[in-house]
């Protein structure tokens, strides 16, 4: 078995992240249309009526450039343009109204970004207030955002907690200052910890921290620092994400160069670092890139086997109807996929001329969803089976070839023998590091198409 800096240098390859399987760039374009769209989101309200839909509302607005962000994002100053975007996410959430026979029940919801809270609370309680006045919440609903320490105000806090939500999620990325400069995001721990006490004071149940490692400039000083810091505040919750330099994707990472990046193998010292530091405070690692504290609702999730991933990410709900609103949101249905339109002009101008936005999407076969099955198992659950008298028998039997050289680095157990005619992947300790290099081998159409010299994924640590 190799050490872990060695498995770190071989394993950090161009990984997708799986938050969908098939992957966006595999997505089979040729077979989807909005009309058949509408009937499959149809079909997965009509076999979950009881069982609830997911809702993601992306809202895109962001006042200052973070350089190394690669959300969908327009940057402004004016709040001019929020009540239109608001309308227009209303028309669309009433068209996906119109194809149900009944009031849905609302199992979670999220607000991503940009940066909602660039919306005012006003704004926020007119946009949420209306949806939430069309559904059922679920009595254990999740309702959640995220929120940047800058511009979120007590009100913000209070209004979306009025409205039933719960945990929020902070960006952080970093303490250190030079850090800060570089990725043009300046954020002072006393304004960050202000927004985590009255989170609390009013209520919250759970808050989480985003921190990223591999920074430009970043050391392990600075990653010592941002933990330490981070530690002070005690989210229940912690997002330990390796930075992904994209810059083919979101032009901004141009600001500074390769060279400014920590070299590959400071990268793996500061993740290590960092992983060592979180584990000392009492975090537990539980799926890919995630870490919480033993009395958390997803870290409960994992040890009575609830816990999902979706677009959205983590959650501790499974539905398989998510509907996305907004620019660039991206719905499921468990048997399709469906995109919206990326830019805000053109998004609007298709709900108001009264058609959803969708501009792309994939219908998932059998196979799709045999295999979809099985990485939402390795990044659930660490662990996942299947028959070898199954009718996917001789596609498997490739994936276990390939998992092989894994298994001889002692990423993943291969067991064969407890069940008959069974063949069981867990994953190891070591090997929740390489979740995404786990999941890759099961990528039937990754491995199909690998003739594309364009770059599409950024490194898996």
């Not at 933990?227 to 005690?234: D, K, N, P, W, Y």
């Not at 300790?429 to 010299?453: C, P, S």
Request: glycine fraction near 6%; charged fraction near 20%; include cysteine.
């Amino acid at each position: 078995m190799s050490n872990i800096s060695t498995l770190i240098q071989k394993y950090d390859v161009p990984t997708p992240r799986y938050t969908s399987y098939p992957t966006v760039p595999y997505w089979d374009e040729s077979t989807f249309d909005a009309h058949t769209w509408q009937q499959l989101v149809r079909e997965a309200f009509e076999r979950n009526r009881t069982g609830g839909l997911s809702l993601y509302i992306h809202l895109p607005f962001c006042e200052k450039l973070c350089t190394y962000c690669g959300c969908n994002k327009r940057i402004t100053t004016n709040h001019k343009v929020e009540e239109p975007y608001i309308d227009s996410v209303l028309r669309e959430w009433d068209m996906y109204l119109a194809l149900f026979d009944q009031k849905p029940v609302l199992k979670e919801l999220h607000l991503g970004g940009g940066t909602p809270t660039f919306f005012s609370a006003h704004n926020l309680q007119h946009l949420l207030g209306n949806i939430l006045q069309q559904v059922t919440p679920a009595p254990e609903h999740e309702f959640s955002f995220e929120a940047h320490p800058n511009n979120t105000t007590a009100q913000h806090l209070q209004t979306l907690y009025n409205l039933g939500f719960s945990r929020l999620s902070l960006g952080i990325q970093d303490f250190d200052e030079r850090v800060q400069f570089i990725i043009n995001r300046p954020q002072t721990f006393e304004k960050t910890k202000q927004t985590f006490d009255e989170a609390r004071q009013i209520g919250y149940q759970s808050i989480n921290a985003d921190i990223i490692f591999g920074l430009p400039l970043q050391t392990e000083d600075s990653i010592r620092l941002t933990i330490g810091r981070v530690c002070e505040l005690m989210p229940e919750r912690i997002a330990f994400y390796s930075y992904a330099h994209v810059p083919w994707k979101s032009p901004a990472q141009r600001r500074y160069t390769e060279a400014d990046l920590p070299k590959a193998e400071t990268k793996r010292r500061l993740y290590e670092l960092g992983r060592e530091l979180l584990q000392k405070a009492g975090y537990i690692e539980i799926g890919m890139d995630h870490f919480a504290l033993p009395n958390d609702a997803l870290f409960k999730s994992v040890n009575n086997g609830t816990m999902h991933r979706n677009f959205m990410g983590y959650t501790t709900q499974h539905t398989e109807l998510m509907l996305g609103l907004g620019v660039s949101s991206i719905s499921d249905t468990w048997t399709a996929f469906a995109q919206n339109h990326k830019e805000v002009e053109e998004y609007e101008a298709i709900v108001n001329s009264g058609q959803l936005p969708v501009v792309k999407g994939h219908i998932l076969n059998n196979e799709d969803q045999y295999i979809r099955r099985h990485i939402l198992n390795l990044m659930c659950q660490g662990t996942t089976s299947w028959d070898t008298n199954s009718t996917y028998a001789p596609l498997m039997q490739e994936t276990l070839q390939r998992l092989q050289p894994l298994a001889n680095d002692g990423l993943v157990t291969l067991s064969t023998n407890n069940i008959p005619n069974q063949v069981q992947v867990t994953i190891t300790e070591n090997g929740k590091l390489f979740l995404r290099n786990i999941a890759l081998q099961f990528d039937t159409r990754y491995w199909g198409k690998q003739a594309n010299d364009k770059p599409v994924f950024s490194k898996s640590i």
